[in-house]
């Protein structure tokens, strides 16, 4: 069965303070893997989508990587409107997607 | 287009009554998502269509949750006899199929939120 595993599940940084947070993964036939942020009381926004091992993508502070079993979001001098939530889903061959818990990510000013 | 719609926003119910949710999904998308999300946890799938096709529905998802696609357009989510459980978020997001949709990611509304008293 497919299923997503985000760690840490809350993550408090400094502001300036680069991080990671990591996304384990088994999935059947992986169609791609997303990375998606969510504010409270909002529907989740979309940042990125994987395909296969050894991608990287790039947007402003944000970085995501992956690798067959896990992919890292990586936060380079987070600023405090960084703070939300970050989900990761996979997407598998019958195009079911399935969500991690997320990872709730505070910037302190 | 203004993006995903979700109505309502709120609902409040009580237990063993029926609540309908409808979602507008952007125009051009042919495929619509339905997920369940309570406080502190990701997304649960609960069901997708392709047009107006049902192709697939959580194991999870009892017979009393039912999901409709009229004419490939809007989709209405149903829940019969409500109970408490129930109370969540109620995510819609929608795709398109017809270029490399997965580049874009999919759309998601605002929610209805759910509450059974």
């Known amino acids: 069965e497919d299923q997503v595993t985000q760690s840490p599940e809350a993550l408090r940084l400094q502001e300036g303070e680069s991080s990671s947070l990591n996304c384990s993964y088994t999935?059947?036939?992986?169609?791609?893997l997303f990375w998606y942020r969510q504010d409270p009381g909002k529907g989740p926004e979309f940042l990125f989508t994987?395909?296969?091992a050894g991608e990287e993508k790039e947007k402003e502070r944000l970085k995501a990587t992956l690798t067959k079993k896990e992919s890292f979001l990586h936060i380079t001098a987070p600023k405090p409107e960084d703070s939300a939530t970050y989900l990761c889903?996979?997407?598998?061959?019958?195009?079911?997607?399935?969500f991690g818990k997320g990872t709730r990510l505070h910037i302190l000013p | 287009d203004t993006g995903v719609s979700q109505n309502p926003r709120h609902k409040i119910t009580k237990r063993g009554q029926n609540v309908t949710f409808r979602c507008d999904p952007i125009?051009?998308?042919?495929?619509l998502y339905w997920y369940r999300q309570t406080l502190g946890q990701g997304p649960e799938f609960l069901t997708y269509?392709?047009?107006?096709?049902?192709?697939?529905k959580s194991r999870l998802l009892s017979d009393r949750f039912s999901a409709e696609r009229p004419k490939g357009s809007f989709s209405t989510l149903e829940i019969q006899r409500t109970e408490q459980g129930d109370s969540a978020m109620y995510l819609c997001?929608?795709?398109?199929?017809?270029?490399?949709?997965?580049?874009?990611?999919?759309?998601f509304g605002s929610g209805t939120r759910l509450t059974v008293v």
């Open positions: 997001a929608s795709s398109s199929t017809t270029r490399r949709e997965l580049d874009y990611g999919y759309t």
């Open positions: 994987l395909y296969s």
């Open positions: 269509f392709q047009n107006e096709a049902q192709l697939e």
């Open positions: 999935v059947s036939g992986l169609r791609g």
């Open positions: 125009s051009e998308h042919n495929r």
């Open positions: 889903a996979v997407q598998d061959r019958d195009d079911k997607i399935i």
